[in-house]
């Protein structure tokens, strides 16, 4: 069967969500068929043969690798906690359990609170992992921005509201005719007002501040179609990945550059994982592959230009921010779809079967076998 027709007889339609799984799992949005549909357009499908037959002219062996993934995030914590500052040096603070591990959680939630706030990112500082300033559960299953960041989104509008009963009081007025904007609380249709700083000023402690929690209803379930294209020289048995391209779901991305960097360094760990990586020991039990002199990893220029495409056409139901985790999204989709790739240029040499890492010693020797038989 045409690999896209199997999949899409398997897909979930859009009509039986909310799905319960085999697990008991509950997939609470996804437009799986149409990101196959994207995935086929942007990676040229029907381009494919002219290119194989470019790649059998130079005496090389051509695949095309195919997956849809869907990862599980979040875990079992679905409940985060912040505390946010606005200090009366003119700066606010944020306070958070969990933690930066490279993914640009510091951008991204100065982001929220500079949208929410209208405070200039500049004027923002995000102290993320500090156990005597911050309770939360932390950074685990790549829940920080869909769970984390719900919780930063209460405390903007949090510290919102308690600013404008604090403005309220100075300004001697109600609080539903106090009005927030920019900094800035304004009696309405009065030029009588007072700063979110200048109110911090008169707090004891010198700033306004909220403890805030966030809940989400459930996991979310980033997904996404991959497709790749792989030649492979018969002489060496060296597969090289010549063009990839990704349609990923992860909701309504908060910061789109951050989650494409994210999901290029997981499609290169992907293709470590399928063409390089592997642990060998020799037969006394001695680790052969303890240092990267050793041990296989992919290079710059093992990794093609990969075209990544997000799609938020079915946003997360579970969270108000509409966003999925992605935290491993392109390490999931990455192995297979490259494997699949390296599988389908030796399928016409009859052979279907290799195990993981697909590395150059072992493909030669599948076609020398192959050859031979």
Excluded at 117 to 134: F, H
Excluded at 210 to 223: A, F, K
Excluded at 360 to 369: E, L, N, S, Y
Aim: glycine share 12%; net charge negative.
């Amino acid at each position: 069967m045409d690999p896209r027709a199997i999949r899409k007889a398997n897909y979930i339609k859009p009509a039986q969500l909310p799905y319960t799984n085999a697990a008991g799992q509950v997939y609470n949005s996804g437009a799986f068929a149409h990101m196959l549909d994207r995935a086929v357009k942007l990676a040229d499908w029907d381009g494919f043969a002219a290119r194989k037959k470019a790649a059998k002219k130079k005496g090389l062996l051509y695949g095309r690798g195919l997956t849809s993934y869907i990862e599980w995030t979040g875990g079992r914590a679905h409940t985060e906690k912040v505390s946010l500052h606005a200090t009366s040096q003119g700066r606010v603070v944020l306070h958070s359990g969990t933690m930066a591990m490279g993914q640009g959680l510091q951008t991204t939630y100065t982001q929220m609170i500079s949208d929410t706030l209208g405070i200039a990112m500049d004027k923002i500082d995000v102290v993320q992992g500090d156990t005597d300033l911050a309770m939360g559960f932390g950074s685990v299953g790549s829940r920080s921005l869909f769970v984390g960041g719900t919780a930063v989104a209460v405390s903007s509008n949090d510290l919102i509201e308690k600013a404008r009963e604090k403005a309220a009081n100075v300004l001697e007025t109600s609080v539903e005719d106090i009005e927030y904007q920019g900094g800035m609380l304004t009696v309405v249709g009065t030029d009588r007002r007072i700063s979110l700083f200048d109110l911090a000023e008169k707090e004891s402690s010198a700033k306004l501040s909220v403890d805030s929690e966030g809940e989400v209803d459930g996991p979310s379930w980033p997904n996404g179609t991959h497709i790749c294209e792989v030649e492979i020289d018969p002489e060496t048995g060296v597969s090289r990945v010549v063009r990839y391209t990704t349609v990923d779901d992860v909701g309504i991305a908060v910061n789109p550059m951050l989650v494409t960097g994210q999901i290029h360094g997981g499609v290169a760990q992907g293709i470590g994982q399928a063409l390089y990586e592997g642990v060998s020991y020799d037969a006394d039990g001695q680790l052969l592959t303890a240092s990267y002199q050793d041990y296989c990893i992919p290079r710059a220029d093992d990794v093609p230009p990969i075209v990544v495409t997000l799609d938020d056409s079915a946003p997360c139901r579970t969270n108000p921010l509409g966003a999925k985790g992605c935290g491993e999204s392109g390490a999931i989709g990455g192995p297979p779809c490259v494997t699949n790739g390296v599988m389908d240029a030796l399928a016409e040499l009859g052979i279907t079967q290799l195990n993981t890492p697909l590395t150059p010693q072992k493909i030669w020797q599948a076609i020398r076998d192959a050859k031979a038989g």
